[in-house]
């Protein structure tokens, strides 16, 4: 193992205890970074010698092998943060990549469903049935918060307080945040939680989303389970559940929210982050002008 290899190691150990990142985040830096080192030692070079030269060559290697501009910005920006740290503690001298340019990243506008496209999604279960009474309760929440899936499957019993008609979300970089709920989202939970969860869940069972089987309810299955509930509403646009977390924000600004208070629920840390979501609303904003400006 080289001096970089062992550098990256205590990168990754800086990120997962001072920071607090998840394990699917840090196996996205281990992978960039090791892809790096690997294209470095292929060109005769190492993180301790490599130049802004060096590490542009190795962005344009992986371009010309069809890597896409926002896998390249990614990759470029998990080896500035290494070399930021490496700087910080005095392991190199010198940052090379304050001088390497980031690729031009065109913005892409997040897909959403209508208001009527998310009362259809929202009423497609069959809240007959102990499935459907989870599937709605899932579906209406996720809206209602605006949660990540990752998030939505990761509730616990105690993250609810339905009387008040809020959650607490534990987000990314393990942060919580308190999301307010309405009263259908609180509605369906409290029908899931009395008629279906009650019957599923072992003593001292925590989260809240279970299957049949009395296991946590995972990602995969959610996925298929909203693909399956769009095609049933007759939504044809390509589903996934990060849309309803867009449809929540957009929404919300279209309703008049503040961004900041959006950027707060969604769990964003730079509001940049939430500001993508000003030009969602730019058809809205102009229909609105137009109704009510005297000169519209």
């Known amino acids: 193992m080289t001096a970089s290899d062992g550098w990256v190691d ?7 205890v001072e920071r607090g990142l998840s394990r699917r985040t840090l196996e996205a830096y281990s ?7 690997a294209l470095l030692e292929a060109d005769g070079q190492d993180l301790a010698r490599a130049d802004a030269a060096a590490i542009t060559a190795v962005l344009v290697r992986l371009s010309r092998d069809g890597l896409g501009a926002r896998s390249q910005a990614r990759l470029l920006s998990s080896l500035r943060g290494l070399f930021r740290y490496l700087k910080e503690e005095g392991l190199t ?13 065109t913005r892409r506008l997040p897909s959403l ?15 007959k049935t102990a499935r459907g009474m989870r599937d709605a309760a899932m579906l209406q929440v996720m809206y209602a918060a605006g949660l990540r899936v990752s998030e939505l499957v990761g509730l616990e019993i105690g993250d609810l307080e339905l009387r008040a008609g809020y959650l607490t979300v534990l987000g990314k970089g393990s942060k919580r945040r ?15 939680l009395v008629e279906a969860r009650s019957a599923w869940a072992r003593p001292g069972e925590r989260r809240v989303f279970l299957t049949a089987r009395r296991k ?3 990602r ?3 996925w298929k389970l909203i693909k399956q509930y769009a095609a049933a509403a007759g939504i044809r646009k390509r589903m996934t559940p990060h849309m309803l977390r867009h449809s929540f924000a957009t929404h919300l ?7 900041r208070a959006v950027q707060t629920m969604l769990g964003h840390a730079d509001i940049s982050t939430t500001q993508i979501y000003t030009h969602v609303t730019g058809d809205h904003l102009r229909a609105m002008h137009a109704r009510c400006h005297p000169r519209g």
């Open 216 to 218: 946590g309810m995972t």
């Open 31 to 37: 992978a960039d970074l090791c892809r790096v080192l």
């Open 220 to 222: 995969q299955a959610f």
């Open 10 to 16: 205590l990168y990754l150990d800086h990120l997962r």
């Open 178 to 192: 308190l999301v307010p709920l309405g009263r259908p989202a609180c509605a369906a939970l409290d029908l899931y």
């Open 253 to 259: 600004l279209q309703g008049g929210a503040d961004l």
């Open 93 to 105: 001298a010198v940052n090379p990549t304050q001088l390497v340019l980031s690729p031009r990243l």
């Open 113 to 127: 469903l209508t208001r009527d496209e998310v009362l259809r999604l929202l009423g497609a279960p069959d809240v």
